[in-house]
């Protein structure tokens, strides 16, 4: 569990209050604020936002550290990103903003009091998913409404009986998807002992190949960037290849052998891949892998071994497969506010089976906090 260093949470209030600390407020002001800065107070209240909304609404107060006596406005990137969040213009369903001399304060109302249809909407807001999935040849990152349909249906198509008189959820079968990858023009490359340097490869990048090329001796770094999020598309689509050494004109370039030695590639996609956080809807017995192979291929030229080309195969996955946990936070009177872990991430997106899903909203407790309740108890609290 990931707890929250920058937050405090205040339970002696009136309601639930999370002190952010000083925050820059205005459009001026924070236009003429060091970038790295204003990146981290933005994140410190969007993360305290999404864990009030998950946990029944409640109160963000800041320190403003520029003090001015006429009303200000919160921030056009402040707003943004709290927009974003909810994913909807409508910031006033969720969210109302005061000012009293020196601290500012924003209202937040429960996530499950939302207007909206509830059989299309989230059920838990997350700054992101951490799901990807392959579009034509772009690896694409789920929004929270994209994951939601997305582990919907694989859901749908684990409880699919075939007694039943529905019709079965659209799936491709992964035997299916396998002899497709080996019938991919890809897989007479991936089982090739060595290549040219220079070679054009007689295919393109498409929904089922990705190529990747670097100019750098940061191999391994590289690598650990980039796989999490290129393994969890393929497997979450219909499966697929990774080339680490090929450019956009499908020319092999490799990963030349000063910068890496063979194993060390090896080692580093596998440790990658180990990592990926996964969810299963079903009962597999493999229930922490990734169905995949690794391959490094001699690269030469002139002749003499230049390095190696790494090609990662990718089955398709039988359920759900994440680049990393959610980013998705909760309060907790223990706890503080956290981070979800991956497996109370999903099921409090879905239900998963009888009893599993944690109630965790209130059940739309009160219209957003009156402007009435005392700023100066609160003021008096931090």
């Known amino acids: 569990m990931e707890t929250h260093p920058s937050l405090a949470v ?11 600390g000083e925050v820059t407020i205005g459009e001026k002001d924070r236009n003429k604020m060091d970038s790295k800065k204003r990146k981290l107070e933005k994140t410190r209240i969007t993360e305290a936002a999404c864990a009030l909304l998950n946990s029944g609404g409640g109160l963000i107060v800041m320190q403003m550290t520029n003090k001015s006596e006429h009303p200000m406005e919160m921030g056009q990137d402040l707003e943004k990103s709290l927009r974003e969040l909810i994913m909807s213009p409508n910031m006033q369903a969720f969210f109302e903003t005061k000012q009293q001399e020196d601290q500012f304060y924003i209202f937040i109302k429960s996530w499950s009091c939302s207007p909206e249809d509830g059989s299309t909407k989230p059920r838990i807001c997350s700054l992101g998913s951490s799901l990807y999935c392959r579009s034509l040849t772009s690896k694409v990152a789920m929004n929270s409404r994209e994951a939601f349909e997305f582990l919907k249906e694989k859901k749908a198509c684990i409880e699919y009986s075939p007694t039943d008189d529905r019709a079965p959820p659209a799936k491709i079968p992964r035997t299916m998807c396998h002899n497709s990858l080996e019938s991919n023009p890809a897989f007479e490359i991936f089982q090739s002992k ?8 007689r295919f393109s990048e498409s929904p089922s190949i990705e190529f990747k090329q670097f100019s750098t001796k940061h191999v391994q770094e590289y690598m650990k960037n980039i796989i999490p999020e290129y393994i ?11 080339f ?18 063979r194993d060390s590639l090896k080692t580093v996609a596998n440790e990658a891949i180990s990592k ?7 009962s597999s017995k493999d229930k922490d892998k990734v169905s995949y192979k690794t391959r490094v291929i001699d690269v030469f030229q002139g002749g003499n071994l230049y390095g190696y080309l790494c090609v990662i195969k990718v089955e398709p996955f039988c359920c759900a497969v994440f680049s990393e ?3 998705s936070w909760m309060v ?14 999903v099921h409090m997106m879905v239900d ?16 957003l906090l009156s402007a009435s309740v005392s700023f100066t108890l609160w003021k008096s609290e931090f």
């Open 10 to 20: 205040k339970w002696s209030c009136p309601d639930l209050t999370i002190y952010a």
């Open 194 to 201: 060595k290549l040219e340097y220079g070679q054009r490869l």
């Open 232 to 242: 969890s598309a393929f497997a979450n689509t219909q499966g697929g290849y990774l």
């Open 244 to 261: 680490i050494g090929v450019d956009d004109e499908s020319i092999i370039l490799g990963c030349p052998k000063d910068n890496v030695d």
């Open 276 to 282: 990926l956080p996964v969810f299963h809807f079903c």
């Open 325 to 327: 946990a959610p980013i």
């Open 332 to 345: 907790d009177k223990k706890k503080g506010v956290y981070r979800l872990n991956t497996e109370e991430w």
């Open 352 to 367: 998963v089976g009888p009893g599993k899903r944690r109630e965790v909203f209130l059940l739309c407790p009160l219209p």
